[in-house]
């Protein structure tokens, strides 16, 4: 089955830039996500990517894909400490619709 | 446009009372509903995939018989939680697709706690 793998947590400090990667397994991806959960709240769609894209610029977010090695990242530039959260990427395909996640990173920004 | 609402966002219960939760796609049809659990410290997990006026399909290892899922129109979709042990605390969310959009539209989730 598919599978969607990212580092656990990311410590960086405010004004960095943050960079938070994620793997996946299923070669039909089509649609790549990224959400922020805070805490004791739901999901916050932050961006996605097709598969046919390399990077997409959303404000301070910039997703890259790397289609061939299946990676994907999400940079969060000028990071604040409103920032902190736990960030999912997921993947679906067109055919399922459900999304499969990965296991989150928490991000944590130092003042 | 395309909001969801989840309802209850938290719930606490006795262990063998049985517990419904409700999703609603308020401004949207939602030809397909979907339901996730995530344990503390843990991602999202699919549970079931719910299509209007037909039964659900659960993934490997969800019970159907516990987990009853209730799409009975095309803006509401139940998840009752029978005989609910302490096990089965979690976080549930569910998304709801309207069959045209890149992203599926999540709810706020509920923090179901059995005591």
């Known amino acids: 089955g598919e599978d969607v793998e990212q580092s656990l947590f990311l410590s960086v400090r405010e004004g960095d830039s943050s960079v938070i990667n994620c793997t996946y397994t299923?070669?039909?991806?089509?649609?790549l996500y990224w959400y922020k959960q805070e805490p004791g709240a739901g999901l916050q769609l932050l961006t996605y990517?097709?598969?046919?894209?390399d990077m997409k610029q959303d404000q301070r977010l910039t997703v890259l894909l790397n289609k061939k090695d299946k990676h994907l990242s999400l940079r969060i530039a000028d990071t604040q400490t409103g920032d902190s959260a736990i960030y999912f990427c997921?993947?679906?395909?067109?055919?399922?619709?459900?999304?499969?996640f990965g296991s989150g990173t928490r991000l944590q920004v130092q003042p | 446009g395309a909001v969801v609402s989840q309802h209850p966002s938290r719930v606490i219960c006795k262990s063998g009372t049985s517990v419904k939760i409700e999703c609603r796609s308020l401004?949207?049809?939602?030809?397909?509903m979907f339901w996730y659990r995530q344990f503390p410290k843990q991602s999202l997990m699919l549970m079931a995939t719910?299509?209007?006026?037909?039964?659900?399909?659960?993934e490997q290892g969800v019970e159907k018989d516990k987990f009853l899922i209730n799409h009975a129109s095309l803006t509401l979709s139940t998840l009752t939680v029978t005989s609910a042990h302490p096990e089965d605390s979690s976080f549930y969310i569910c998304?709801?697709?309207?069959?045209?959009?890149?992203?599926?539209?999540f709810g706020q989730g509920t923090r179901l706690t059995v005591v």
């Open positions: 998304s709801a697709d309207r069959g045209r959009d890149t992203e599926a539209f």
């Open positions: 990517i097709f598969s046919n894209m």
């Open positions: 401004d949207f049809q939602a030809t397909t």
């Open positions: 997921a993947e679906s395909d067109t055919g399922r619709r459900a999304l499969t």
């Open positions: 719910s299509n209007e006026g037909s039964k659900a399909t659960y």
């Open positions: 299923d070669s039909s991806s089509t649609y």
